[in-house]
Every structure is written in C-alpha cells, then in structure tokens.
C-alpha cells in the first residue's frame, strides 16, 4: 500500500474516533490494531503511519479525553458558587460529557479502574490534577462548615470520582432495559442521583442537602 504523503486530519481522526470506541468498549487488552482499522475503514498500516502503534494511538485517546475533563475542573478555580455547589457544577459537567460522548468518558475512567502500563503516565501526570481541585473543594466546604468535620477531604475526593466512574461503567445496562433501576425522570437525573447522593451524605446540615437539589 502507497502511503500518503502528507499526515490527513481526516483519517487521523477517523482512527482516533474508532479507537475511543473500541478502547471504551473493550478495554486495551481487548482491541487490536486489525479492530481499528476495521471500525475506522483504514488500512492498519496508517495506524502506525499516523500514531505510530497501538500503545500511542491508546495515549493519543486518553490525552484526548484528558483535555476535555481537566478544562471542566479548572472551572472550580473562578466558581463564585459555594464550595458544594461547586463541585456538584463538576460532576454535573462530567454527566454531560458522558450522555453526549458516552465512549469518551469511559476510555478515561475505565483506566482510573483497570489502569494499563500504557495510560500509567498520563494518569499520574494529568488525571490526579482533578483530585488535587478536588480535595481543595472538600476543604473549602469543610473550612466553612457545608460539609462534616471529620471528613478526609482527600479520601472523599477519589470516592466521589470512584462512584461515578463504576456507574458510567455500567449504566449501559440501566440504559437498556425498560425499567429503569435507578430513580429521576431522565438520564442526567438517574446519573446525578449517584454522585448527589454520596454529596448529601457528607453535608453537615439538612439544609446545605436541599441547597444541592
């Protein structure tokens, strides 16, 4: 096969588009390089032209989708909103994200879960900036007494990110049956539910709760 002489944005992104849904699908392990180019319409050989092999074209995903997710955390930096309100304004962007793009924000969290050798780096070196703002957001809500004194500001932090990384999933499963297992009226209310829940069980008055709704 005759390659082409200069990179095109339009297979490069193709196989990028056809990898994120099949890293989300599958996971790494599950996904070769014929998968991709089968679900792209491309001659595998491109995938290395433009990517270089499949743990690059797997960073070039995650790093994608990193962008995304860390421009919506640093929102938290100019929020004017009171600190739990803030980082329900988080959660509630990343459930936007997902309902919009669901492939996307699986590929990024299903490595917070089963992390790879090959997602290690960008993980450690971009994705834990989110629980950095986070913990600060805890803290913030703990210095002004919306949440209880004697929450770890850091632990709570990755369990909120855990919950919804485990919903997002799994939640195709709710998505295809008819009768919905989780409460709320649509799809960002079941989701929201899972994350304000967990909101609601760390706040310090019954009324900061109703504050959140």
Known sequence: MKLPAQ???????????????????????????????????TNSALISYYFGGKPQLYQ???????????ST?????????????????????????????PDSMQVIYREFLTPTHEGSDIINQRMFG?????????????????IKADVDCRRAAFTLISIFAFYLLTYKYEALTEEKRLPGSDDFRRLQGVYLDYLKSLSATKGDCHELI
């Open 60 to 70: 070039a995903v995650l790093n994608q989708q990193a962008d995304i997710i860390i």
């Open 130 to 146: 989110i629980f950095d703002r986070l913990t600060e957001a805890f803290e913030a809500a703990r210095s002004q007494n919306a």
């Open 7 to 41: 990179p095109s944005k339009d297979t490069a992104a193709k196989i990028l588009q056809a990898a994120k849904k099949l890293f989300a699908r599958t996971g790494y392990d599950g996904v070769s390089i014929k998968k991709i180019s089968l679900e792209a319409g």
């Open 73 to 101: 955390i640093e929102k938290l930096k100019d929020s004017q909103l009171p600190p739990l309100n803030n980082i329900l304004m988080f959660m509630d962007e990343q459930t936007r994200l997902h309902l919009k793009d």
